[in-house]
Every structure is written in C-alpha cells, then in structure tokens.
C-alpha cells in the first residue's frame, strides 16, 4: 500500500483510538497476549525465514541474536503486554482547571499524542512493545522495522491487527510499513500532518538520521554517554561499587557509565581500589596522563574517547582538579542521559545537582537506575535525551499531550 | 562573531542562568524594563534608521508600521517585561517524587529548557517579550529577527546585554545573530548540540520554513485555521454573537474563526442572521452550494477557502447534514488551534469534545479566548499547535523542562 494511504488509515484509526474507553483499550490488549501465545507456530515460522535470509547474508551472530524469536521470547513479550491492562490510563487524567473571571471554565486534560512513527532496527520485539504501549495510551502507530525482521514484524502486526478487530476496534491502529528501504523511510519521517511525533528506538545512527532527516517533531531517546564523579569527599568504597555496577552489571545499556571522573585528592588511593573491582570483567581502562601514571594497566586515553559511548567492557578515566572541573567536563561531554557524583560533602551534592544538565542526576547511586521500570513508571517506550516534552524515562504519561477544554455559556472576547 | 562562537557563548549563559535564583532573575529583568525607559532615545534613534531603510526599499506600509517603534512601543515592552517579575518562577517546582523500595529518593523537578532559538519576523517587540520571559524561566536566548529590523534589534539586545552586566549575570543569556541571510538562518536552525529548542514567531511561511529545516527540536506556533459549528440545538441568538465575535473582534490573529459550519436543519434561520450581523464589518462570505442558495450575497467557496487562514475579514461558510459530518470537516481542515461548538445539546458538545483534537475546544464561547492572558498565564511566547512538549497557550512553565533527582546512600542495581 502508498505509505500516504498507510499513514492516512493510521491517523484515522487514532481518532477512534482516542475516543476509545480504557476498558476497550484493556480487552484489545489482553486479546492481543492472548493471540500472541495461539498463533506462536505461525510467528516463529516467519522468524525463521528472517534468521535464515540474515544467515545467508553473513549477518553477524550478536545481530542475529537480536533477530531471533523463541518460544520464551513471545511468552515474554505476551506477558508485558498483559502488563500493560494493569498500569493506570493516563488518558482524561485531568491536570488542572479553573473558572475564569468571566464564567468560563477551562480544564486542562489528557488526550493521546495520535498517530506515533516508531522507526527501529532489527528486534522484532519493539514492535509489540512499542505499539502496544501506544495503544494502551489511545493512540495509534506507525512501525518501521528493519529490512531484517520484515516478516517476523508482519506476522506481529497481523496477529495485533487481527485481535483489535476481534475487538471491535480499528485494524490500522496498528499499521506496518513493509517497504524496509531508505527512501520510504526518509517519507514516513517528513510526513508532517499525519503523524504527530516520531519515536527513534536503535542505536545512536538511527537516531541521529532520523533528528538529521525528520520534519515530524522527534523524540530523541537512548544516546548515554553517563560519568560517575568520585569525589574527594567521597565515601571510597562506596564509589568502588558504584563504578563497578555502572560501569559492569550490563555495558550494553544506555545508563552504563562510561566515564569516570576522580577528583585529585583521592585519586592515588582510588584508582587502584578501582581497577581491582573492574579487573574481574577484564575492564580495558582508558586514561588521562595522571591515570596513566598511578595504573600502569590504563592506556593513553584519546579525545573520542571522552566522547564514546563504548556500550563495552571500556571505562574512560580522568583525575580532575576540582568539582568545577568535573563539571566543566561532563557539560562538555554529557549526553543528558544519567550523571553520577559520588560524595559525602552536602555542598558539592547541591551543586552537582544544580549545575549537571542531565535527566537523570544521582548522588551517591550507580547511573543505572534511569530505567523506566526502576522509576515506577510501570513501562517504558525510550528514554528521552532531549528536553523538549519528555525527560529520562517515558513511560504512558509521556505518550499523551493534553487539551484546553473550555466550557461556556455565551462567553464573546 | 562566528555563528557557533556566539551560539557556545549563549549555551554557557544557559547554565548560568539555570543556576539563578528568582530574585537575581527579577532584579534583572527590572533593570531591563528601567534601562528600556532610559534609553529611549537611543532605541528609536536605531528604530528610525530601520524604518527610512524600509521606506526607501519600498516596503508595504503595513509592515512598516510592524517594524515601528515609538515612545508608547517602547514603554510598553518595559511594562510588559515588569508584569513578569510578579509571576512565579517555575524553575525549582517539584513536580512530583517517592521514595523507592531500596531507600533512592526521586525527584522530578522543574528545570529550565537551556538555549533557546528564536526565530522572527520584523517585529522589534518579539525581541524584548520573547528574550524576558525565556530569562524569567532561567534560560538563556539566541534571536534572530528579520533584516528590516536589525538595527532595531541590536539597539534592544545591548540594553538588555548591558542591563545583565550591571546585574552580574552574562550578557550572553540574550544572543543576537546580526547575519540576517537565510543560510545563517538556516545553520541557527541546525545548532544541536548547543540551542536546546527552536521557537519560530511569525506567519505561516516563516514557521513552515523552520519546520522543513530545523534538526534543533522545533515548537510549531500560532498557525490557526479555526472553525465554528452552529449545531441544530443551538441557541442562535447565541451563536450569532460568537460567530460574529470570533470573526471580526480581531480578524488578522490565530483565533479568529475562518470557516463557519452550520448544521442543516438551523440553516436557513441562521445563516441570515449571521449574514445580517457580519454585514456590519463587510465580511466576505464564501459559501458552500448550500449557503449560496440561501445568501445570495455568497461567493461559491473553492477548495482552497476550506484550508486557508484568511486572517481578514472573510468567512468560508459550509452547511451541513450533521454533526458527523461537521467533525469530519474539521477534522480534516484544522489547524488544531481552537475549535468551537455552539449547541444546547449535552451529547453533541460531549461528542465534540472527545472527538476534536485542537488545541483548545470550546462549548458555547468563541475561538478568541485562545490566548495566554485570558488563560491566565500571565504572559505568553507563543500558542502551540503541534501536540508534543506544549499544546495551546504557552507561559513560563512552558519554557521549562523537567529533570529527575536521584538521592541515595550507595544503591547499586
């Protein structure tokens, strides 16, 4: 189908969606988990043909792993989708409200975003993830996968399509687009009008394409390149296993800490206590010249890698003066995610907290934190590295706007 | 200076103006509106040069007199910049936080957007409404006005540079971009990395401009193709007076109504009424086949009218055969602005409140209410017509993001 008739369908579907109650929203949900396990024969088959295609194209094996469906994997993905019915609708929350003077009575309420483009790469698990989470929320969705899961992502989106029209509900409020190439990806980000924002979920030159290409407002989510600032007033042991955690407990991640920062003063006893920690994930240490001279296992660390999110066994590592210069540096390098400063001094706290310009700001925890399911948000579709409408993790509330409701009786300006 | 000097300098502003408190920010912000009055003289010395350019290019004398300054403009920029030290501050306003099972304490709290773009037309005035409200909510700002204005800028953003030196706070929280060519437009608008947020303030072609370059978050403003429905259970006498407030109070802004819709069975009661009361101000009436049969006085409307914001005293007029098919009209011709009903009937205006998706829908009162003052922000930098961060009239809360606090006693995950 034309993408412009696609995206057509998709908006008016969102319509319906918004003016659909959360106990409809709740059955098409549990209809949808439902379907997932029944027609579990039919989704592995299709994500055989894509593990196989990627086979023959020497695709390498971590990415084929990020294709692969099992048995376990679409029970797990059933499963947060029956999540899902239990978290509150954020939809008709209403946010505030007053009487104006002149008897005018204006409420501000939750509404859906409407129709959300949800471009992502190769895990044929954000398609149910991502669209469910949408739904839930009342809006509808336009999912770009990868060229490589194209038919695990069809057999995915029949299976929801089917079950929210055994619902009563529209099909298109789930639409795929199934020409994978550039081109028609490039026309779904510039698709003013018809899709009200784009969600990017991949890696940092998805997203980067995506801000570069898109006209449709962008959510930008996932980029961390996050530090943990040992300070000297820092409780040493403390900040041992809180550099560990950050830094090894799941490299993969965006919360993962990437740099470390040591305040001077402590820096010949840390270091080494350090270093012994992360010696155990055989942690490559790259440093500044004052690291190099107190861990003779660091390597000469170079200005990219200050800028690198090594999502690696690979730790950056800088003795610094002073808070202020601990700070100059994470503003200079920080990619808003998580920032971390560990202490026991009240002042430096308050002023990392005042002056770091981050979602996420800890003291005296491991970044790793910065996790929708963490913060209680009960779901999580990204976390937001920008400022504009959406903070660190989005949970439903973050998949709404909201509406002026203004209620009269005659009332002339 | 070099675009990406100036625009680094505003960034590190930026932070120094989030660190602020309220009181330094309103002691500011009075010395602005002092400093305003001082230097009168000098502004419209600077202004007059703008001005005899513009004459001697020919330049339409509407537009000259949006390029005016006067000892009234100028002292109404210093009122409007007082009425902002009285409005609370949002920065510091916890939104929300819980404690977390392992003891972490979260925090979400009101922080400042950053660096802002602005982007304008050849009114003088934006320079100083919109660079004061973006300090008050602790951001610093990078304007770009049109070239006709330059010297008027310029003249502006040094009393408002100087009145921040004397304050103690950076005279780079008010950048101006004096290269007033669209490629360097162009550049301001592809600035990530250093302008958090992008607001266009101008006429549909400006704000389209910006949404088809921009790679800097974007937040639409101000385009308004508003409609209202008169439907069969209206009061009429009711609806006369909105249809006729909404178009003709003040026809050349957002929220003034373009296209009446008039349910069938009230048309031909209505309509000559309506005609009767718009006659009064000369409206240009462009009807549907319908309306043309009963108001001889109508043009036939194009295709065109239905989409256009006239912004002048012309009304496209449409009957038709229910409320659905009201809905679907704006539902395909909004600009998502401010959409009115005028009805008796509880389940009509419920219809039409759940199922219009604009900015702000209104039972019973007309579109021109849409508006920063009326809605009692207190002030106001745009209204917004795109759902993502901000939807209608946006205040200083709008010109904030939000940011998550994380207190702990060494958690690790």
Known sequence: MDLQELGR????????????????????????????RNRQAEILAANRKDV?????NGVASPMIDRLLLNEERVLSMAEAVEKLIGLPDPVGRVIEGRRLENGLQITKIRVPLGAIGIIFESRPNVTVDAATLCLKAGNAVLLRGGKEALESNRA???????????CGLPADAVGLV???????????????????VLIPRGGGRLIRTVVETATVPVIETGTGNCHVYVDKAADLAMAVRIIDNAKTSRPSVCNAAETLLVHRAVAKEFL????????AHRVELRGCPVTCSILPEAKPATEADW????????????VVDSLDEAIAHIRRYSSGHSEAIVTGDLAAAERFKREIDA??????????????????????????TQKLHARGPMGLEELTSYQYIVEGNGQIR
Chains 1, 2 share one sequence.
Request: proline content about 1%; glycine content about 6%.
């Open 9 to 36: 369908r998709v908006k008016d579907a969102a319509a319906v969606m918004a003016a659909t109650g959360t106990a409809e929203k709740n059955r098409a949900l549990s209809r949808i988990a439902q379907e997932l």
């Open 52 to 56: 196989k295609k990627a086979e023959e």
């Open 156 to 166: 995915l989106s029949i299976v929801m399509r089917d079950a929210l029209t055994e």
């Open 178 to 196: 199934t020409d994978t190439d550039h081109e028609t990806a490039a026309q779904m980000m510039r698709m003013n009008g018809i899709l009200d």
């Open 272 to 279: 080494p206590m350090a270093a012994e920690a992360l010696r």
């Open 307 to 318: 800028e690198t999110e090594f999502l690696d066994y690979i730790l950056a590592v800088r």
């Open 359 to 384: 979602a996420a700001v800890y003291v005296n925890a491991s970044t790793r934190f910065t996790d929708g399911g963490e913060f209680g948000l009960g779901a999580e579709i990204g976390i937001s």
